[in-house]
C-alpha cells in the first residue's frame, strides 16, 4: 500500500523553466513534507504545510487539504536544482511516522 | 543548525555478520527514526524512538533491532547481515509532537556480500 503518490517520477528541464511536481495522498494527514535528495543521499526538508501556501526564494509549495494535492513549484529552474524531490506526509492515526512518496528525479540541463 | 550524523557513509560487510549502524544528533530531539530507501520503494520506517529506551517498530523490522541508551544516540543492528539488506540507511530525528519537522543524517550506504 502506498498512501502517496508523486507525479512525475522524472523530469527533464531546461535551465529557466517552471517545474511543477505533484503528490496526491489518499488519508487524512496532520502535515505534508517536501524533501530534496541530492546525489550522494543527503535529504534536506524544504518545506512542510498543513494548509495553504509556503515560499522560500524561488521554490512555492502549496497544498488543498480538500483535494488531498500537494504541489512543488520551482520558478526560473537552475541545474543546481537537480535533485530527487520526495512528497511525505504525517498520517493523522500514525503518530510520528511520516509515509513517503518515491520521488521525482529532477534534471535541469543548463 | 542542527546536525544529525552518521557512523559511516560507506560499508561493506560480509553475511552473516553483525552491523552496527550508528547516529548520533546534537539537538536535544526526543525522536529517532532509522529509514532505509531502495530504488522503486522509496523511504521505508524501520524503528522508531520517541524517548530514552523506547522504540517502537515501522513497517520493515524484520531482522533489524534498535537501542537508545542515550537520548543523542540511536542504533540499528543487523544481527546476522544478509544481502537483501544492502541499501541505503537513513538516521532522521525531531522533537516530540507529531508536527514537529523530521531532520536527517547524509544515509550510510551499506553492501552485504
Known amino acids: 500500500k502506498n498512501e502517496v503518490e508523486q507525479s512525475p517520477q522524472n523530469l527533464t528541464a531546461q535551465e529557466g523553466e517552471f517545474i511543477t511536481i505533484n503528490c496526491s495522498y489518499s488519508?487524512?494527514?496532520?502535515?505534508l513534507h517536501w524533501l530534496q535528495q541530492h546525489p550522494g543521499g543527503g535529504i534536506v526538508s524544504l518545506f512542510m504545510?498543513?494548509?495553504g501556501k509556503k515560499k522560500h526564494g524561488r521554490l512555492i509549495a502549496t497544498i488543498n487539504i480538500q483535494e488531498k494535492h500537494s504541489s512543488l513549484h520551482i520558478t526560473a529552474s537552475h541545474p543546481r536544482d537537480s535533485a530527487v524531490y520526495i512528497c511525505?506526509?504525517?498520517?493523522?492515526?500514525?503518530?510520528?511516522?511520516?509515509?513517503f512518496g518515491k520521488g521525482t528525479s529532477l534534471l535541469v540541463t543548463p | 543548525d542542527v546536525k544529525v550524523t552518521q557512523s559511516s557513509r560507506y560499508l561493506v560487510k560480509r553475511t552473516g555478520e553483525k552491523v552496527f549502524l550508528e547516529c548520533v544528533q546534537d539537538?536535544?530531539?526526543?525522536?529517532m527514526f532509522w529509514y532505509r530507501q531502495d530504488p522503486g520503494l522509496g523511504l521505508r520506517l524501520i524503528y522508531f524512538?520517541?524517548?530514552?529506551?523506547?522504540?517502537e517498530k515501522g513497517d520493515i523490522p524484520e531482522g533489524y533491532s534498535v537501542s537508545r541508551e542515550k537520548k543523542e544516540r540511536f542504533s540499528l543492528i543487523l544481527e546476522s547481515a544478509s544481502t537483501n539488506q544492502t541499501s541505503m540507511y537513513l538516521c532522521?530525528?525531531?522533537?516530540?509532537?507529531?508536527?514537529?519537522?523530521?531532520?536527517f543524517g547524509p544515509g550510510t550506504r551499506l553492501t552485504v556480500t
Open positions: 488519508v487524512g494527514i496532520s502535515a
Open positions: 504545510l498543513s494548509s
Open positions: 511525505a506526509v504525517r498520517l493523522l492515526d500514525s503518530g510520528y511516522a511520516l509515509n
Open positions: 524512538s520517541y524517548d530514552v529506551k523506547m522504540k
Open positions: 539537538m536535544d530531539h526526543e525522536n
Open positions: 532522521a530525528s525531531s522533537l516530540s509532537g507529531t508536527g514537529a519537522e523530521q531532520y
